[in-house]
């Protein structure tokens, strides 16, 4: 799992700028047969599963979950201690919102919550440097003083934009969320632009333990449209790790429905955060995808 550090900053390994835009962000001129001979940087994604994370009953084993959290660290960030991962993301200066989800049906769980929190908390950020919010992050003065954010929530079918994931959980950083939905909410990666959010997200961590691959209308929610995939989904990319999702999703419809069955509407959200906004990579060529853990019905 050991890798070479990348001289990129974040910024361009999120968008996977190539040599190309480096060039740019130090002020070299650069050919456009020049942009176009330039490889792209892929995306690095990590799926983690567990077996046994959540049992028989529904509940999530917190121990679990925290090991599956570092080892994905570890896979994504080459470093041999968790710890020395989040190092890479987050200093013991910073003040960190973790932005989480809690749709009552399928909220982030507390479990996951709490791994990410501890992992700062050996980093050496304060506890009162340190809050996990979802609809009060505007009146959340950890979150209006953040200088770093952590993206979580549960993968799930959506009525206004075909799955809520990590490109769409930042909505509530403006005080108008409901702008975004006109055609099946299109435009959900401006919400990166925002002052709270621009270039502050260290990390997206898209939970798949339960996720939800139907609904019909807003809000509806049933639990045989849920099943323990038993994983989460870590990268520094939202919109590559909303397409690994999303992918899972749609091969889940098409186990259960017997068919290809569009999700109503399409998550085009989603590939247009590449093309259209520029925030990640949604092509799988584009997408380094590490699996670890178990494999039976991955489904990708």
């Given amino acids: 799992m050991s890798e070479k550090k990348s001289t990129l900053t ?8 190539g040599c190309a835009a480096v060039g740019v962000a130090v002020g070299l001129p650069v050919l456009a047969e020049e942009v176009a001979k330039e ?4 995306s690095r994604v990590v799926l983690i599963r567990n077996q046994g994370v959540v049992n028989d009953a529904g509940k ?36 960190v919102g973790i932005k989480s989800n809690v749709w009552k049906y399928l909220p ?9 929190r501890k992992r700062l ?30 993206n979580t929530r549960p993968m799930r079918t959506h009525a206004l934009s075909g799955v809520g994931g990590v490109i769409k959980n930042p909505i509530m950083f403006d005080p108008e969320p409901w ?9 959900l990666a401006k919400i990166w632009n925002l002052p709270l959010v621009k270039d502050k997200v260290r990390l997206n961590v898209l939970v798949m333990l339960t996720p939800q691959f139907h609904n019909i209308g807003l809000h509806h929610f049933d639990p045989a449209y849920v099943w323990s995939y038993n994983g989460l989904i870590v990268s520094t990319d939202p919109v590559a790790a909303d397409s690994v999702g999303l992918r899972i999703i749609q091969r889940k419809r098409q186990l259960v429905f017997g068919e290809d069955r569009p999700l109503q509407p399409t998550a085009h959200h ?13 092509e799988t060529n584009n997408i380094e995808l590490i699996r670890l853990g178990w494999e039976s019905d991955i489904l990708i």
């Avoid at 908390?121 to 009060?136: F, K, M, P, Y």
């Avoid at 989603?270 to 949604?282: C, P, Q, R, V, W």
Wanted: aromatic fraction near 6%.
């Fill in 10 to 17: 974040r910024r361009d390994f999120i968008r996977g700028a």
């Fill in 39 to 42: 490889p792209v940087i892929k």
């Fill in 60 to 95: 999530i084993g917190s121990e679990l979950v925290e090991q599956m959290l570092d080892d994905a660290m570890v896979a994504l960030f080459g470093k041999e201690k968790p710890v020395d991962c989040w190092r890479q993301i987050v200093s013991a200066k910073d003040i």
């Fill in 108 to 116: 982030t769980p507390p479990e996951v919550e709490q791994a990410i």
């Fill in 121 to 150: 908390l050996e980093v050496g950020v304060a506890a009162d440097n340190i809050s996990v919010d979802d609809r009060g992050v505007l009146g959340n003065g950890i979150f209006q003083k953040a200088t770093a954010l952590i």
């Fill in 179 to 187: 702008t975004y939905h006109d055609n099946a909410c299109a435009s």
């Fill in 270 to 282: 989603i590939a247009l955060a590449d093309k259209e906004y520029h925030l990640g990579h949604s």
